[in-house]
């Protein structure tokens, strides 16, 4: 054998052990490596998991407090509506003239409720009822609020109505 054929032998055999060694020990290693990060990394999100549940709890009694501070129970919203109108009226002497069956409309993925009703009474309190409703007790966006001054030929009273139209997008 030549010095040569020595060297090339030589080089063979050292890439041979080269890629020998690569496959019993440093691939290993790289793949221990990968799955120690791996695990660290759902390691920082369990060490977060009792911080994120007390969040959520507060989130939970947040909620709840709503929830009870605007009188929403597990009623149909319907009936909850209703009540508040009824309430009001009470509380600022207006009267409900009708209170129609929601139309249900549904469209690109969202259910559209409406719901329609007339009180009678004065202005200001017909407007502190709309007040009331959308900003107050969230029930909606008012979409039509309607006047109409109707005398009774009867009495020869004239009184205020008010047509409602309240939305709710869920």
Same mark, same amino acid.
């Given at each position: ?37 791996? $695990?660290? /990394?759902? #390691?920082?999100? @369990?060490?977060?998991?009792? *911080?994120?549940? &007390?969040? $959520?709890? /507060?989130? #939970?009694?947040? @909620?709840?407090?709503?929830? *009870?501070?605007? &009188? ?99």
């Amino acid at each position: 054998m030549t010095i040569k054929q020595k060297n090339i032998a030589l080089l063979i055999s050292f890439f041979g052990v080269l890629i020998l060694g690569y496959f019993l020990s440093i691939s290993e290693t790289l793949s221990l490596k990968k799955n120690y990060d791996s $695990l660290k /990394q759902q #390691e920082k999100l @369990y060490a977060n998991i009792p *911080k994120r549940l &007390q969040v $959520l709890a /507060q989130k #939970e009694r947040y @909620y709840d407090s709503l929830l *009870k501070h605007y &009188q929403i129970t597990k009623t149909s919203l319907q009936n909850n509506l209703l009540k508040t109108i009824d309430r009001y009226a009470v509380d600022h002497s207006i009267k409900i003239v009708s209170f129609d069956e929601p139309h249900s409309v549904f469209e690109k993925g969202k259910q559209t409720n409406s719901y329609a009703f007339r009180v009678s009474g004065d202005f200001k309190s017909i407007l502190g009822l709309a007040y009331q409703l959308e900003q107050r007790s969230k029930f909606g966006m008012v979409k039509s609020l309607e006047f109409e001054k109707i005398k009774s030929f009867r009495t020869g009273n004239t009184t205020l109505e008010g047509q409602f139209i309240l939305q709710l997008v869920q």
